[in-house]
């Protein structure tokens, strides 16, 4: 399977976002990267429903859609309602993490779960069958922009070797300060997903910068 590129709209121009979603579609990105924050979870408000609608609207892309809020189940529904095809949840803010996924699961999306920095891969064994998806942050979520952190190559060998020894068909995704230094040293460690923010809006040409770092890592 080829390696997938996952643009992050928080780094987009809100006052343009239209174009940027229309960048995105254009671009040899694979997925929509959506940020939701409650400013509870993490220590920032990122946007909401309204502006995830909008998105949508103009998206020809896969929505991937990472929920850093508290109690997620409350919102399962209206996030499938608005056409998210990828939910991923917080591991820190589920107690029930299994029910979440099974809840995710049954509104018809691919379910995820991702990891805080400091939070083990090892915990996920018990589940990993029923994730579709692992997000590893590389940084601490709440803000584009930071630095990645360099222990994240260790989590996702060893989250590879718990997918592979269960037989499970789990993507890793990794999300934070991804860029041409660390993509290729991400792939070849097991990562499956790129989340790119900064590294591709702060850039002066956004579609090569995507075409780049897809053709970087397949
Ligand atoms: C951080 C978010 C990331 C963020 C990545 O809390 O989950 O998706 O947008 O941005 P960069 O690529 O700038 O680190
Ligand atoms: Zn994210």
């Known amino acids: 399977m080829s390696k997938l590129i996952a643009p992050s709209v928080l780094a987009a121009d809100f006052a343009n976002l239209q174009r940027d979603v229309e960048m995105i579609n254009r671009s040899d990105a ?60 917080h591991y820190e803010a589920c107690t029930h993490l299994h029910r979440t996924l099974q809840l995710i699961k049954s509104h018809g999306m ?57 037989g499970a068909d789990t993507l890793i995704e990794i999300d934070g300060g991804v860029t041409d230094k660390n993509a290729k040293q991400l792939v070849d460690a097991g990562a499956d997903v790129l989340v790119a923010g900064s590294y591709v809006f702060k850039s002066n040409d956004q579609e090569a910068t995507v075409a780049g770092l897809k053709k970087l890592v397949n």
């Open 30 to 89: 694979d997925w929509f990267h959506i940020d939701i924050m409650d400013g509870v979870f993490v220590p920032n408000i990122s946007f909401g429903m309204p502006v995830l609608r909008d998105i949508v609207k103009h998206a020809t892309k896969t929505i991937d859609c990472h929920l850093m809020i508290i109690d997620p189940d409350r919102y399962v529904e209206t996030f499938a309602n608005l056409g998210c095809d990828i939910l991923t949840v």
């Open 110 to 166: 691919k379910a995820g779960v991702a990891l805080n920095p400091h939070t083990s891969v090892d915990l996920l064994k018990d589940v990993i069958q029923d994730l579709d998806m692992v997000c590893i942050m590389s940084v601490n979520p709440g803000f584009g922009g930071q630095s990645f952190i360099e222990n994240t190559y260790d989590k996702v060998k060893a989250l590879k070797k718990i997918i592979t020894e269960k």
